[in-house]
């Protein structure tokens, strides 16, 4: 059996890890699929790329199709021509698909129109927002796609009330295997935070790529906004996305950030985690590092007026403030100097909530399954 997983972006590298090492360790005890790895070159930057298969240890690409940027159209498009070539010459028995970017929605629409079937990982979520281009990512895949794997029971809600219960399977959050599987190496590799010469809970952690947040106007509120949440006692670190570091440049408002946010290049994996592990905060617009900042047990700001993630809200775990100042600056102020107590209850909050670390096994064997119940050509 031929398993084809398409990914594209950062966040994607990290999800479909967890599965490649499970379908590995299947094939070694002769069972499973021969896996081949699509890469559209959405994320092209040895920083947003390359370093994430080297440190996750991801067989390398069997293809790279470099479909780079630009507007979403003809990006999508041109990931569309090479996906569909692809799997004219590869013929995959089954495609897998992960999250909401335009990679995402390439290879969900390339394989169904070939009659080839679609799982889609981390299926379900919804924000409501349909100005953002990721909603409308996920909405189509999961019209689009055979067999949805759900990670939590709010998704599965949301799958249900769009008439797409049969084809649902909750099966955790493959975040939380990643985690799970590199922090001790993180805590004993990483040379974060001390590296950036910040103290453990002393510092804050943003992260800003979102194309709302990233517009020239609301750079504008968005940059005095960070200046004003970080302090010399408590100093904010922000990994800038290339998105990001190109539209400061490009609006030319570096200096709006003031002396107390401190710019850095875009961080591997094991790193990140130590950082936001370490953080007493972190500040995002990312659906991602919401979920991860509550595995962690750091508390988070969600700089958008609304989440995917409804789960780590009601854990107590995240604000949505979008970038209202009063509403940032206030659950800063709550937040910031959280119990360790607390900390630790989220963390177990966060295991039980994402399946504990089993995602990626449930995945694989809800593949096997839908392959062996697939009627015969
Ligand atoms: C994409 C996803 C988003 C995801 C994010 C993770 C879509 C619609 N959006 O957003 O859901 O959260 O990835 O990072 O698919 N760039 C580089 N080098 C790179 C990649 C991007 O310089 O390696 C710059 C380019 O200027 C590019 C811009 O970043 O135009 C945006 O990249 P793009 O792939 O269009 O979307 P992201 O913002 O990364």
Redesign the pocket.
């Known amino acids: 059996m031929k398993l084809l997983q398409v990914v594209g ?3 994607q590298f990290v999800k479909l890890a967890p599965v490649s090492r499970e379908l590995a360790r299947r094939r070694a005890v002769g069972s499973g699929f021969d896996e081949i790895i699509v890469h559209t070159g ?4 040895a920083g ?2 390359d370093v994430f298969f080297a440190e996750l240890d991801i067989p390398p690409p069997t293809v790279n199709l470099g479909s780079g ?2 507007l ?1 159209g003809a ?1 999508t498009a041109r990931m569309l021509e090479g996906i569909e070539r692809v799997l004219i010459e590869q013929r995959p028995d089954v495609v897998v698909v992960y ?5 995402t929605l390439a290879g969900a629409l390339a394989a169904t129109k070939l009659g080839i079937p679609v799982a889609h990982v981390e299926a379900g979520l919804r924000s409501f927002n349909r100005r953002m ?2 909603e409308l ?1 996920r909405v189509a895949t999961d019209h689009l796609a055979d067999l949805l794997l759900a990670p939590t029971a709010v998704a599965m809600a949301h799958l249900a009330r769009e008439g797409l219960a049969t084809r649902s399977r909750r099966v955790g959050d493959v975040m939380q295997d990643a985690l799970q599987f590199h922090l001790e190496q993180a805590r004993r590799e990483s040379r974060m935070p001390g590296v950036l010469g910040v103290e453990p809970r002393r510092y804050l952690v943003a992260t800003v ?1 979102r ?1 709302e947040n990233t517009e020239p106007d609301a750079l504008r509120r968005l940059l005095p906004l960070l200046a004003a949440v970080g302090t010399r006692a408590l100093p904010l670190v922000l990994p800038l ?3 990001t570091r ?1 539209a400061i440049a490009a609006a030319g408002l570096t200096e709006l950030a003031g002396p107390s946010v401190r710019f850095i290049d875009p961080l591997p994996y094991r790193d990140m985690l130590r950082l936001v592990e370490d953080a007493a905060l972190v500040l995002t617009d ?3 590092l919401q979920k991860e900042a509550f595995m962690l047990g750091t508390p988070c700001v969600t700089l958008r007026g609304e989440t995917e993630w409804t789960e780590t809200v009601e854990a107590g775990a995240n604000v949505i403030a979008g970038l209202d100042p009063d509403l940032v600056l206030g659950a800063v102020e709550a937040f910031s100097a959280a119990p360790e107590a607390l900390r630790d209850a989220l963390r177990r909050a966060a295991a039980g909530t994402y399946g504990g670390g089993t995602a990626a096994a449930r995945i694989v064997d809800a593949l096997t399954q839908f392959i062996a119940e697939l009627p015969s050509p």
Do not use: L
């Not at 959405?42 to 930057?45: K, S």
């Not at 999250?99 to 990679?103: A, K, L, Q, V």
């Open positions: 972006a950062r966040p959405q994320h092209y930057d947003m790329s940027s630009g979403h990006q999250g909401d970017t335009n990679s281009p990721e990512n790529h194309a996305h290339p998105r190109a990312s659906g991602g």
